[in-house]
């Protein structure tokens, strides 16, 4: 490796104490540091439904792009596919022409787990409950704040006048 080259191996997959298997870091990674892309098959999200009812696709793994595209984890997808939620994320996801990077938010130390806030939002414009949020995209996060749901926050309509 030259000088102009960096060791970018910053993650290991492992058993997660929030849920399932997640990502954690194998050493230290600097805020700001973009950790990797968000990889998978892009997808129209007026065909995921199809996909599902095919078998292709759980929407277990899917991230929002845009209004119309998607990127399901689950067909060809990497690691980055296994973090979790957190109501009190350490990294965030930024889309660069349509393609999807997981960035830290702050230092990450090693061991830690990578998490991120899913930010869920309904396909068919209805809102749930909280209760029902809460039952249905249940958050096992553990943050102090934790909203108990892995739902967004409802944004507040500012009114304009």
């Known amino acids: ?3 102009t080259q960096q060791n970018r191996d910053f993650t ?7 849920h399932g298997t997640g990502v954690f870091a194998k050493r230290k990674i600097p805020k700001g ?3 990797f892309e968000y990889k998978g098959k892009r ?3 007026d065909a995921l439904m199809l996909e599902v009812e095919k078998g292709r696709s759980s ?4 991230l929002n792009v845009n209004p119309t595209q998607a990127v399901d984890g689950e067909q060809g997808g990497n690691e980055a596919r296994f973090i ?3 109501c009190a994320p350490n990294c965030e996801v930024y889309v660069f022409d349509d393609t999807p990077y997981i960035y830290a938010m702050r230092d990450i130390i090693r061991g830690e787990e990578l998490t991120f806030n899913y930010q869920l939002q309904s396909v068919s414009g209805k809102r749930l409950t909280p209760k029902k949020q ?4 249940p958050c096992y996060c553990g943050a102090s704040d934790c909203r108990g749901t892995m739902v967004a926050k409802q944004q507040q309509n500012k009114r304009t006048e």
């Open 1 to 3: 490796m030259n000088s």
């Open 12 to 18: 290991r997959v492992g058993k997660s104490k929030i």
């Open 134 to 137: 809460r039952e249905m995209f």
């Open 59 to 62: 929407l277990m793994y899917v």
């Open 84 to 86: 979790n939620h957190s």
């Open 43 to 45: 997808v129209r999200k």
């Open 33 to 35: 540091t973009r950790i």
